[in-house]
């Protein structure tokens, strides 16, 4: 795995978990910005041909 791959994915992986905290506590703002941030690197990886999985469900 090269380094933007394991960097996107890190990040996707930090972006999805505050967009949960965010949804839990009711903060709109933040999670109207994590989404957006996660369209960001998704459409990035795309772009560089890197598969990313959407967050489990657990």
Request: with cysteine.
């Given at each position: 795995?090269?380094?933007?791959?394991?960097?996107?994915?890190?990040?996707?992986?930090?972006?999805?978990?505050?967009?949960r905290?965010?949804?839990a506590?009711?903060?709109?703002?933040?999670?109207?910005?994590?989404?957006?941030?996660?369209?960001e690197?998704?459409?990035?990886?795309a772009n560089?041909?890197?598969?990313?999985?959407?967050?489990?469900?657990?």
């Amino acid at each position: 795995m090269g380094e933007l791959s394991r960097t996107i994915r890190e990040r996707l992986d930090s972006a999805y978990e505050s967009l949960r905290h965010a949804h839990a506590d009711g903060d709109t703002y933040l999670a109207d910005i994590r989404q957006e941030e996660i369209k960001e690197l998704r459409r990035i990886a795309a772009n560089h041909d890197i598969g990313v999985e959407p967050p489990r469900c657990d």
